[in-house]
């Protein structure tokens, strides 16, 4: 189990470091304007909704003596982390529009990569084990390695550029030291699942459109992906906002993102074991409910820390934040095999990678979309782009940045908890807790 979470900090990093600093990279060290660099960080994404069910349904249909996923993990972790190190490591190019062209391309090499491996990944849970109780185990363990990923790349990536001197070195020393990790991490799971998953399955035998629409009519499925849907765009506007938030409203620099990170991670890991015990006595479902009605609450109360705002009171509401933060990211990981495990059984057809590749398409979409949004409101609350030193900014740009980190993404997780309620209804219909 813990081998095979391992890949999860790979992960864990790469849908991190991105979030938190590819938008404040291009805007305040490429020179490259909010509008053009919140395009920069959806397309990617869009692109990714289009591969990830593809990649999944070939995953399914795939015969090999490594296995129907192992050999898309291989191939998408070495690739994924070289394009991460060309991602933030951008030549000499004398105009905007051509920085500009050149991390689009470069991000969206370096998603479709992530995406070879990570929809196989996240698919071979429901094919390890067929018990809801090992499934919520190994789940812990996956995103318990994502936490630590998650603290490596939003506290690690931000400390390294520093330390490396800032501007594009540092950015690019980042890039390289982070790629290594990452392509480490996601190989450790390809070897450690050799002997696992069921390759005695019957092949799915149907076209992509007509999967997607068995899909959309899972409700069970739909309605847990929007939830997740909704809840990582609030999490998207969050990591987005972040370095604008440690910078312009508290007037420090990269170490303070990473100590704010230290703060809502360490706490999130710590509080894992936590919810697993808490899922065991009320069901997934209600501990589910529980950590995102909390984490609407203390990302909202973060508004009310501004730069006046001691640092311990700051740190403690992130601590707060974390807790919730634990639960929100294991429980619809947890939730996902039972679902997709319950729809093998019910239909007959193993589609569990053709619906990964929805989920994590979806997945991408809602952290795309808080990055999307987030320049967006920079750009129309006037925020000036800058070339490696930080400019003094308009009022009207200081409150969309405090508006971007603390209360639209506590608005979008409290649209989600009606979803998640619909969830709980249909969850329980098909037998789940």
Known sequence: MAAFGVGSLGTGVFSTVPSVLLLYFMTSVLGISPALAAITVFLP????VLIDPMIGMMSDRTQSRWGRRRPYMLVGGITMSLFFVMLF??????????????VTVAYM?????????????IAMPAEISRSPEERTTLMSFRMGFAMVGILLGGAGAPFLVDLAGGGREGYAVMALTIGIVCGIAMLVPVFATRKLGSGALVLAEFKLGE???QAAACKPFLLLLVTYLLQLAGLGCFSGALPYYAVHIRGGSGMTVTLLFVALNVSAI???PMWVRISRSTGKVRAYLASSVLLVFATAGLWFCDGETPDMLLYAQV??????????QLFPFALLPDVLDADARTTGMPRQGMFTGLWTAGEKVGLALGGLVTGVVLSWTG??????TAVAQPES???????TFTVLPALLVAASLLLLVQFRKAHAAGGGK
């Open 45 to 48: 994404k869009f692109w990714d």
């Open 89 to 102: 490591s951008v030549p000499a190019l004398q105009t905007t529009l051509e920085r500009f062209i050149y």
């Open 109 to 121: 090499a370096c998603a479709t990569a992530y995406a070879v491996f990570s929809v196989p990944y």
């Open 211 to 213: 999967g997607i629409r």
């Open 270 to 272: 710590v509080t894992m």
């Open 319 to 328: 601590c707060l934040m974390g807790l919730a933060f634990s639960g929100q």
């Open 383 to 388: 925020f000036i782009a800058s070339t490696g």
């Open 397 to 403: 740009a200081l409150i969309g940045v405090r508006f």
